[in-house]
């Protein structure tokens, strides 16, 4: 099966701009996740979904990020205005029920904001 | 809260030979779930193993196996006869028993393999 697939790789943006990314979970998956790891530390969960209803967005700075999920497939996660300790890869997980509930990750998106 | 502490930050081994990480957590949940996730230059998240938290015995998959130690909350990954692929960052992951529940990372520890 494919896997989660997200775009872009990479992107640079100065600060104050906007940005998306865009994440395509396993089909099937209904758990969706957004992590965000900073230069030298461990993932984070920034928001996640199950089907198109947030479960835990706790740590989602909401006064610049977002994000959706249409239709319970596809996400987005939109950062607006971008600030330079925004810096860092954007991970998509997807959750199988079908094997003892391992989440399965994208290849992330680098951000850098200068 | 929960928290993951990995305390070396890189290390490295020759080819062939056995290198151990290190792994603590803190929780107050009796039931919960352990992971080792690789993470190449490329980035994407590879699990390695895991670990049930009522489970006594300890898990292996081929080269890689843990030493769970549930009293002392600590949860280390040996990898035998190393391989040159097997260079990359190691994150240790925490996860509650809720089996969609967010995972919880380490810092991460970064292993070099040399020939």
Same mark, same amino acid.
């Given at each position: ?57 706790? +740590?989602?700075? $909401?006064?610049?990020? &977002? !994000?959706?999920? #249409?239709?319970?497939?596809? %996400?987005?996660?939109?950062? +607006?205005?971008? $600030?330079?300790?925004? &810096? !860092?890869?954007? #991970?998509?997980?997807?959750? %199988? ?18 | ?115």
């Amino acid at each position: 099966e494919a896997g989660v697939a997200q775009s872009p790789r990479y992107k640079i943006i100065e600060k104050r701009q906007s940005v998306a990314f865009w994440c395509n979970p396993i089909s099937g998956h209904a758990t969706l996740y957004w992590y965000q790891q900073i230069l030298g530390q461990g993932p984070k969960l920034l928001i996640q979904f199950q089907n198109n209803g947030v479960v835990d967005d706790s +740590q989602l700075p $909401k006064d610049r990020f &977002s !994000a959706e999920r #249409l239709k319970g497939v596809d %996400s987005t996660l939109k950062i +607006q205005p971008a $600030k330079l300790e925004d &810096s !860092a890869v954007y #991970l998509c997980a997807s959750l %199988s029920r079908d094997t003892s509930y391992e989440q399965y990750f994208g290849p992330g998106t680098r951000l850098t904001v200068t | 809260a929960q928290t993951v502490t990995q305390s070396q930050p890189e290390m490295s081994v020759q080819e062939a030979e056995t290198v151990t990480l290190s792994c603590t957590y803190d929780t107050s949940e009796s039931d919960y779930y352990l992971f080792w996730y690789k993470q190449p230059p490329s980035r994407q998240m590879i699990l390695v193993i895991r670990q049930e938290a009522y489970k006594q015995q300890n898990a292996t998959e081929n080269r890689f196996s843990v030493n769970f130690q549930k009293a002392a909350k600590s949860f280390s990954l040996k990898i035998s006869d190393s391989q040159l692929g097997d260079a990359a960052m190691y994150f240790c992951a925490y996860k509650r028993s809720y089996n969609t529940d967010k995972l919880i990372f380490g810092t991460g520890t970064r292993l070099q393999v040399f020939p």
